[in-house]
């Protein structure tokens, strides 16, 4: 199991240590996305006249949005994925299918063919002997 990570944080001009199970990178990646989000708010005159509590309500209510966001874009690509998947695999029987139609065909031409030649030599055989009764009657 992964060792727990702490790291210290800058977040709106505090520390704040932090652990998780992630790498330090990813914790301060985590730190620096929260700054942004609270960067954009800040530049609304409005959002700075607001107490703390609907601050934090409208910074969790945007980073909620672009989760939400987000995850309606993977869950698009997942199925979108599911799909191409099923396609695949739908045209990997298509051509086991058609690879097995192809096996049967060609014995029936095999078949066919060896028919074929023995119908031309019973022909050979019956013209032969019609050949040889033929000049039998003649002497």
Do not use: C, P, W
């Amino acid at each position: 199991m992964q060792d727990q990570t702490t790291a210290d944080v800058l977040i709106d001009g505090r520390t704040y240590t932090i652990a998780g199970f992630e790498s330090d990178e990813y914790l301060q990646q985590i730190a620096t996305y929260i700054n942004r989000k609270l960067g954009s708010l800040k530049k609304n005159k409005n959002y700075v006249r607001l107490d703390m509590e609907t601050r934090h309500a409208l910074l969790t209510i945007n980073i909620a949005d672009d989760y939400f966001k987000e995850k309606r874009v993977s869950d698009d690509i997942r199925g979108d994925r599911e799909l191409k998947d099923k396609l695949v695999l739908d045209m990997k029987h298509e051509i086991i299918s058609r690879e097995d139609q192809i096996d049967k065909d060609e014995q029936t031409i095999n078949d066919l063919q060896k028919k074929l030649n023995e119908a031309e030599k019973k022909i050979v055989e019956l013209e032969t002997r019609l050949k040889t009764q033929g000049s039998g009657n003649k002497r």
